[in-house]
């Protein structure tokens, strides 16, 4: 098994991630560009890295959790970054959990193949493997470790990450070559940022045609349109308890988040010619959204935005 755990990124997400480690035993070296929150896991027993490069000198195995592609390319392959060194690194496995565009993904695991691991690191490898392996579950399912991992990059390299993963996650689907497991989630995301603005359409016309939103959400959840947007985070106040739309879109998944993830889907198309009219309509409508100052709240809120014909 492992010996010592790098985690780079103890935010909204990774915080709860690191302190699954910790739960199972495993020994965490850590790094933050935020102070505070690697003070709090030093007096929990981690030590504290003052850079990448110092994670790399620790650790055999490193999970990155970060807001952007600009922050992980940084921290992979920027100046102390986790593969600054090149040559007879520590890490054999680094694990992306971050949401990026797929080329970002292929362009760290490229990186990768050109450096070399410090001898008999790992079976059969004379490189580190880097995968992606973005999640899906939000703060709530990091919290609990019940998060999905969607992994690209060597399969045997997958394979290595199970245990860990399973700390952390319930679902770990091995998605094919590197880029494929960020390609899946950004294609998640898509899909649901859709559905959630198209449930959003159906329940505001149908309560201005006179049809309660009660009732059609009944009607939905056993008819032909029913979806998770409508039968597990309903977006119209009070049909459901305990969802952000319940408590006035506070906590869940962000419209900041969502706008971010719907432009990684939108680039990508357009780099492979690929068209995706529904992602940039409703981006734009995130867009709005944020634009009116409603940023930091649930993603479901965009009923709002189509209901009362603006964001406020
Ligand atoms: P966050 O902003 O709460 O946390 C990011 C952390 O990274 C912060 O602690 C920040 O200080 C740190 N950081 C930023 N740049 C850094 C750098 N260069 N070096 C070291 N540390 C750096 O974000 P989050 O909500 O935890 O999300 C993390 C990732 O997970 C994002 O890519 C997001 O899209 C994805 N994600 C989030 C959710 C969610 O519900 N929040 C769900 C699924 C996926």
Redesign the pocket.
Known sequence: AFQWIGF???????SHMANNLIKAGYRLVV????DA?VQMFSEKGAIAAKS?LEVSELAEVVIT????AK?VS??YMGKNGLLSKRDNLRPFLLID????DPKTSCTISTFSRQCSLAEGRFEGFDHPIVLDS??????VGAQAGSLTFMVGGIEDGCKAAEPLLSCMGKNILYCGASGTGSAAKICNNLALAVSMAGVSEALSLGQKLGINAHTLTKIFNTSSSRCWSSDTYNPVPGVMKGVPASREYNGG?SCQ?MK??LELAVAAANENNALTPLAVQVKNMYGEMCEGGNGGKDFSSIFKLIYRGSSE
């Open positions: 780079i990124g103890l935010g909204n997400m990774g790094h933050d560009i935020n929150t990448p959790m970060l807001p952007s922050a940084d921290v959990a971050s949401t990026v973005p999640v899906s579950g939000g703060v998944f988040l971010k993830d």
